[in-house]
């Protein structure tokens, strides 16, 4: 596997680790120069406008700014997506300004995306419990995961790759099944759950594992199950808002090319040494 395939930019940017590689730059300019129809399945969180320390990046602009930033990515996306490939955006519902009023970024986020020819297979909501602690409206405790494919009637969805435990147990109607559709609310801590339920990664877990620097972190058995439930071994994930690099490793893990665009040079060293010790 050689870098320049997957990457043109300046080899000094682009650096490789196991069966991954990523570059050092700016992920629009970045997928503008890469080749048509060669990533797989997109898999990505962008910031959220909530003034995050992200190194470089300004996360607090105005929202035309963010919406021009996710136009761009979803514009230069579906052109290196594959025919029947995928793009996994996951976005939260922010509280803006002093008036702290709820902005649904995967609202804005579906219309983005629909200008540019994308069909919205699923929106599910990753639900997790160490966030919020309201006072005057409800703690936001979920996040949204949509499911963009690029052609409705031809994409890959490896059902039976996730499956999740049978409630009913005993049930001779149930033998010989391979388990059930986790559906589209995800709650991963009761394994015999539907809810997609992933644990945010803590500031304790961050200090454990060394990457207390980025300040928000995916969990890596949900990437797992959405690199599973849309590639199949061999094929390539791009996460153009690497961050600290839990995509690279879920691609890694499930044999998959992994790829991925950050901005901040300051992660590169977390990136290589997260990849390389948390990979199986």
């Known amino acids: 596997m050689k870098k320049q395939i997957y990457f043109k930019e300046n080899k000094k940017n682009v650096f490789s680790v196991k069966n991954s590689f990523f570059t050092i730059a700016d992920c629009v300019e970045t997928m503008a120069n890469m080749p048509d ?3 797989n399945t997109i898999v990505t969180s962008p910031p959220y406008n909530l003034d995050k320390s992200y190194g470089i990046y300004d ?7 963010w919406e021009s930033l996710i136009d761009n990515v979803a514009k230069e996306a579906y052109r290196i997506l594959a025919p029947n490939g995928s793009f996994l ?25 629909k200008k540019y020819g994308y069909f919205l297979r699923n929106s599910i909501i990753w639900h997790f419990n160490n966030m919020q602690n309201c006072t005057n409206r409800l703690s936001g405790r979920w996040e949204s995961i949509l499911w963009f494919v690029k ?8 059902l039976d790759d996730i499956r999740i435990p049978y409630i009913t147990k005993n049930d001779k109607r149930l033998v010989g099944g391979s388990g059930r559709n986790p559906t589209d609310t995800w709650n991963y801590d009761v394994p015999e759950s539907d809810f997609w339920y992933f644990d945010r990664v803590n500031n304790m877990t961050k200090n454990k594992l060394g990457i207390s620097e980025h300040p928000c972190v995916f969990p890596t058995p949900m990437i797992e199950r959405i690199i599973k439930m849309t590639t199949n071994e061999g094929d390539v994930v791009l996460d153009p808002f690497l961050g600290s690099g839990t995509t690279l490793i879920a691609a890694e893990n499930l044999r998959r090319i992994g790829l991925g665009v950050e901005l901040d040079e300051r992660y590169k ?10 990979t199986v």
Do not use: H, Q, W
């Open 37 to 39: 129809g060669i990533v």
């Open 59 to 65: 996360d607090n602009r105005e929202f035309c700014e």
């Open 89 to 113: 955006l996951n976005v939260s519902p922010i509280p803006k300004g002093k008036t702290k009023e709820i902005v649904p970024l995967d609202a804005i986020a579906y219309f983005i995306f």
């Open 151 to 158: 052609d409705i009637n031809s994409y890959k969805f490896n």
């Open 269 to 278: 060293e977390m990136i290589i040494k997260r990849v390389t010790n948390e």
